[in-house]
């Protein structure tokens, strides 16, 4: 990781994005913007942004609005039986329902653009917040955008799911970390995420002997991952963390299923998406760990 020979250099180190989320309260302290870099090595069976999983572009179509009019396979050279995000229907569309989600862009772009924005985080004590996909995936752009926020509080989205050199390394680049902890059981949490968590589990280590803040996310997902034996077990495992700032709770988006129509993809979680998440927030409370649900 990391050779980069100098700043002019680094600052052109490209990376791929899908979004710029401006004026975002829930990603950190104070007012936020957050990027959201596309790829991602887990494959969670609840994913709600399933457009950050692929490294690469894709065509995104809201199928709800589409009327079948035509014009996008007319003028698709493949006609749309292999997609290559080449942008060309999106033109046509009359109802402006089509978009590439994923674009490349370098750090020094990225960074001009996000410092547009440098006052507010000022006035708010707020700052940059890097999410996915999983930010550690594009690691090289990673270093680089975060070595074009100078100046700026800087926060990080991620599984965990990444090499203890590479957490460990930027742990002096990085001022908050927002860490998912999905599941305690090695083998549940393979079947769910695609990975198992030994590497996460490390590396959630490594952050509690540091001194750098953190905040633990649980995606709470009905009869995966939200009983109460998992719950107790993942609050255990956080006692006297003295630098974790509180957990958040992240009960299952229902409206999931959507952008994975508008990506072509099938979904069909293995769970039953109407149920309301058990929240037992208590596990944490009474060994004094704040919990919020967001």
Not at 109 to 117: D, I, S, V, Y
Request: include cysteine.
């Amino acid at each position: 990781m990391l050779n980069i020979k100098d700043s002019k250099e680094i600052m052109e180190t490209k990376g791929m994005i899908f979004d710029i989320e401006e004026f975002a309260i829930y990603d950190g302290p104070g007012i936020r913007t957050t990027v959201f870099f596309k790829g991602c090595p887990l494959r969670c069976i609840w994913c709600h942004n399933p457009e950050g999983i692929s490294q690469y572009p894709e065509m995104m179509v809201k199928t709800a609005l589409c009327d079948n009019c035509g014009r996008c396979e007319k003028i698709c050279a493949y006609r749309q039986t292999l997609c290559t995000a080449c942008g060309d229907c999106i033109d046509e569309c009359p109802k402006h329902i089509r978009k590439i989600s994923g674009y490349e862009i370098t750090a020094g772009e990225l960074a001009a653009k996000l410092k547009k924005n440098i006052d507010s985080y000022k006035s708010s004590g707020g700052g940059v917040t890097i999410s996915g996909g999983e930010p550690f995936y594009q690691s090289e752009f990673l270093f680089a955008l975060l070595n074009g926020l100078n100046g700026i509080h800087k926060a990080i989205e991620t599984s965990g799911y990444t090499s203890c050199d590479i957490f460990t390394k930027f742990l002096d680049y990085i001022d908050l970390y927002i860490m998912d902890i999905k599941h305690i059981d090695a083998i549940i949490h393979k079947e769910i995420t695609g990975v198992g968590n030994k590497q996460i589990l490390e590396n959630l280590r490594i952050l509690k002997e540091s001194n750098k803040p953190f905040i633990i996310r649980i995606p709470l997902i009905p009869d995966i991952n939200d009983s109460d034996e998992n719950l107790s077990a993942t609050a255990n495992l956080l006692a006297g963390s003295k630098n974790l700032l509180r957990v958040e709770f992240l009960p299952y988006n229902k409206l999931t299923k959507t952008k994975y129509i508008s990506l072509s993809k099938k979904y069909n979680p293995p769970f039953d998406e109407t149920k309301e998440p058990n929240i037992s927030q208590e596990y944490f409370t009474q060994i004094g760990i704040k919990s919020v649900i967001l």
